[in-house]
């Protein structure tokens, strides 16, 4: 793996995610232009090349909040400066458009299960209540239909995570997927 292999592939992607964090263009090529830096400094240390794009998202990522605490330490930010968290789309927020489709792909047990559940918020535990089964076996079966979704969105879509397993990026994998 070589920078000169890495960084074309991934520029434009990381300067549109950039671009939905941070308002100033010329904030968005200094940021860019140190997450370079640290790719170069740090490449030799991914040993999996299926993992790149993840880390260098999660190095854009730091990158950001590097940025905004710097900008903190120096004034207190203004609405116009945080105008992405109102305009733009988080990564959630465009890929919740898809979920109805997967769900209703799961059995029904399973979709009603994870709707409660994941999406209205209902604690796992007063779902076993209600449904007259042990909270162990719920969480059990919670997991395996969570599974099951990321395998269908994983279909779908390339899903690039940080360190803590939350979704930062994707790609679509097929231009023809139908589900969103």
Not at 35 to 40: A, G, N, Q
Not at 95 to 102: E, G, I, R, V
Request: glycine content about 2%.
């Amino acid at each position: 793996m070589t920078i000169e292999a890495i960084w074309p592939k991934y520029r434009a992607s990381l300067k549109a995610f950039l671009h939905t964090k941070v308002a100033d263009p010329d904030d968005v090529d200094d940021l860019l232009q140190d997450i370079l830096i640290k790719t170069y400094q740090r490449l030799e240390e991914i040993r999996d090349s299926s993992k790149v794009k993840a880390w260098i998202f999660q190095v854009a990522n730091n990158a950001i909040i590097d940025f905004y605490r710097t900008k903190g330490r120096a004034k207190t930010l203004s609405a116009e400066e945080l105008w992405f968290e109102q305009d733009n789309p988080s990564v959630h927020e465009e890929l919740a458009t898809c979920l109805m489709p997967f769900m209703q792909a799961l059995p029904e047990d399973e979709a009603e299960m994870l709707t409660a559940i994941d999406l209205h918020g209902q604690s796992q535990k007063e779902y076993a209540q209600e449904k007259g089964i042990s909270y162990s076996t719920l969480k059990s079966r919670v997991q395996k239909s969570r599974e099951k979704m990321s395998g269908l969105f994983q279909e779908c879509c390339e899903l690039s995570l940080d360190t803590r397993g939350n979704i930062i990026d994707f790609d679509k994998r097929d231009k023809n997927c139908k589900e969103c």
